[in-house]
């Protein structure tokens, strides 16, 4: 009788294995299991035990470990924290490359970011910029604008960084006016995926772009922009490429759209 109840408990502790293995093995392919699993199940259960937010947790790792005023130790530990510890939806170090190289080829004097998260790529494209450029960033979300505002200080970029704080279709027709924006040269879309097609047209229609300014799309494949995809690589008004890549921290498909505004 034993024997048979230590076999049947065996039976079961190897299933339970085999289980939590395939699981492991899906998360680290599947980007919706992933997802599901970082920004549901772990996200919510982290932040219930430690009575505080991912993002929170990922500032204060920058504060205790980076260096201040220096640009690329505040990537590097932000790289750390989100491919060791917690996954974040920042653009990371492999796609970071994509969008370093685009804004060291464009130079651009006047740059626009849709949404700003924890201020990573904030601080990826700042501390490219020449003297007297200026990235106008925009969060929608009042946590993340407040923790994004620090880290670019501690950064050592905020004489760069202007940080607007609201929803994307409300600050897009205000550039012009309230913030003195005659055209932006370049626009890094990084917010709700829903809203990529509709704010790239809202800055048609508030005459931001000019010839040559570029847009680059992060996201594209997953959680994917199927509307924009769509609306961009079908307007005879901007000339695309496609950049195939990773989803941040994970070995999962994913690519960035560069659109070129021909006027």
């Known amino acids: 009788m034993m024997l048979e109840s230590s076999s049947v408990l065996l039976f079961i502790v190897f299933v339970l294995l085999f289980i939590s293995l395939l699981f492991v093995v899906l998360i680290r392919k599947n ?14 259960i982290t932040n ?16 205790q470990n980076a260096v201040r005023g220096d640009p690329c130790s505040v990537m590097e530990t932000i790289d750390k924290y989100c491919s060791e510890k917690e996954w974040a939806m920042n653009v990371g170090d492999v796609k970071g490359v994509i969008l370093d190289k685009t804004v060291e080829e464009i130079n651009p004097k006047v740059a626009l970011e849709l949404g700003t998260y924890c201020g990573y790529s904030a601080v990826r494209i700042a501390r490219l910029l020449k003297a007297g450029a200026c990235l106008l960033t925009v969060e929608f979300n009042p946590e993340f604008a407040a923790i994004a505002k620090q880290m670019i200080e501690f950064a050592g970029v905020q004489d760069k960084v202007k940080l607007l704080e609201g929803p994307s279709e409300v600050i897009i027709p205000q550039l012009k006016k309230k913030y003195e924006v005659d055209t932006l040269d370049f626009v890094f879309v990084d917010h709700w995926k829903d809203r990529y097609a509709p704010d790239t047209i809202l800055l048609q229609e508030c005459s931001l772009l000019r010839k040559g300014s570029v847009l680059l799309a992060d996201n594209i494949i997953f959680p994917g922009a199927p509307e924009f995809v769509k609306y961009i690589r079908n307007n005879p008004r901007f000339q695309c490429s496609t950049y195939p890549s ?5 070995k999962v498909q994913d690519a960035m759209e560069k659109a070129v505004f021909l006027g």
């Open 31 to 44: 980007g919706t299991a992933a997802l599901i699993w970082h920004e549901i199940i772990k996200e919510k």
């Open 246 to 250: 990773y989803l941040e921290y994970m």
């Open 48 to 63: 219930f035990i430690m009575n505080q937010s991912k993002e929170r947790r990922i500032l204060n790792f920058v504060l």
